[in-house]
Every structure is written in structure tokens, then in C-alpha cells.
């Protein structure tokens, strides 16, 4: 239960955290933005490790030698997400944003399950075809209303 409240959790600070990423290029740029977005993370995460440092959670390792460097592309990625949603977000309303970026996630999420993973199946192509079917039906009944 707790996987699912912390996943709803997790949507909703992402539309939040692009809407004010959107609100912030849009005063400020987007390279500005985004660079702006990464250091208030970093420095946020910093003080957080070095608050739980002191508390004595003992499990924090920060050395990079058992760690595969190619677990660190999802900083860089996330870089480029941000970045493009910054120049998008001032040019598209939340819920088509919204929409799209959760089909996309969808796609991905299949492409991750039957590549790396080996899960593929018809049944998740079918799910995810009348999910995106849905959500256009929804976009559709939007534009008439």
C-alpha cells in the first residue's frame, strides 16, 4: 500500500515540479532554468546526506568504486528531460503535457521490460495501446467541450 501512495506521491510532484521548471524558463530561460533546477537539487541532496550523516544512518556509501559508472546516465538523462521540458512546458497546456509524457513513459517502459528485462508480451502491447487510445478519446472530448 505504501508503493502506491508513494507512487501517486511521485506524480504529482513531477507535474508540480515541471509546472514551476515551466514557470521559472519561462522568466528565466531555459538553460537557466534547467542549470538552476540541478544545483537547488544538488545542494537540497547534499544537506540532506550530510543531515543523515550526522544522525548516523549508517548505510550511506559515497565511494565510487563499487558502483558501475553507467548507473550515473539517469543524472544526465534527467538533465535533458528537464531541459527539454523547460523550452515545451510554456508551449503546451499541463494536461496534454501531462498526457504525452505518460504515453511516452509507457512506450519506454515496454521497450526497458522487453529489452533488459526479457518481460515481453502481447497483452502489455494491447494494455498500452488502449491506454493511449483512451487518453485520445480524452484529448478528443476535450477539444469538442
Request: hydrophobic share 55%.
Amino acid at each position: 500500500m505504501i508503493s502506491i501512495i508513494f507512487s501517486i506521491l511521485s506524480g504529482v510532484t513531477i507535474v508540480l515540479s515541471r509546472s514551476v521548471n515551466g514557470l521559472l524558463s519561462k522568466k528565466m530561460g531555459a538553460y537557466q532554468g534547467t542549470f538552476y533546477n540541478y544545483f537547488t537539487g544538488f545542494m537540497t541532496s547534499l544537506i540532506l546526506m550530510l543531515v543523515l550523516m550526522i544522525v548516523g544512518v549508517q548505510h550511506i556509501n559515497i565511494s565510487l568504486d563499487k558502483t558501475n559508472l553507467m548507473m550515473y546516465l539517469g543524472g544526465i538523462i534527467g538533465v535533458f528531460n528537464i531541459l527539454i521540458l523547460n523550452i515545451i512546458v510554456p508551449r503546451i497546456s499541463p494536461v496534454i503535457l501531462t498526457l504525452l509524457c505518460f504515453i511516452g513513459q509507457l512506450i519506454s517502459g515496454m521497450v526497458i521490460d522487453a529489452f533488459v528485462y526479457q518481460m515481453f508480451s502481447v497483452s502489455k502491447i494491447f494494455g498500452c495501446l488502449i491506454v493511449i487510445a483512451g487518453l485520445v478519446i480524452y484529448q478528443l472530448s476535450e477539444e469538442k467541450a
